[in-house]
């Protein structure tokens, strides 16, 4: 043989070393199920959803306690949650455009933070 030949042997080796296994194939449902559990990571789905919930529950709770009184100052003697132009609620949708903002600034320094600590986001 060849050195180039000897070269292209080894190659192939390598690649034959790096190619991952097959995944293997479920024998019945409930195996079925475990890689579905694994592969789409549900239970780390789940617990992002339910921190999701209560992180959502204290920024509104800091948006109506602590900013809206702010909001309130600039506005006295009116509820900011009860200005209306006709039938439109416009002091509760700022208050809720207001919430959403901060919830967006929050997560985006939660994932800025995350990504400069290695973490996959």
């Given at each position: 043989m060849t050195k180039e030949d000897?070269?292209?042997?080894?190659?192939?080796?390598?690649?034959?070393?790096?190619?991952?296994p097959p995944e293997p194939v479920p024998k019945n449902f409930i195996d079925e199920f475990k890689i579905f559990i694994k592969k789409y990571r549900v239970l780390a789905l789940a617990v992002a959803f339910i921190m999701a919930i209560y992180t959502g529950a204290v920024i509104q709770a800091l948006v109506d306690?602590?900013?809206?009184?702010?909001?309130?100052l600039f506005v006295p003697?009116?509820?900011?949650?009860?200005?209306?132009i006709s039938v439109f609620r416009v002091g509760h949708?700022?208050?809720v455009v207001i919430t959403f903002v901060i919830v967006a600034f929050v997560i985006f320094i939660i994932v800025k933070l995350a990504t400069r600590m290695g973490l996959d986001v």
């Open positions: 000897d070269m292209l042997e080894e190659l192939k080796q390598i690649r034959k070393l790096l190619t991952p306690d602590m900013i809206m009184p702010i909001v309130e003697g009116v509820a900011w949650e009860e200005i209306t949708f700022i208050g």
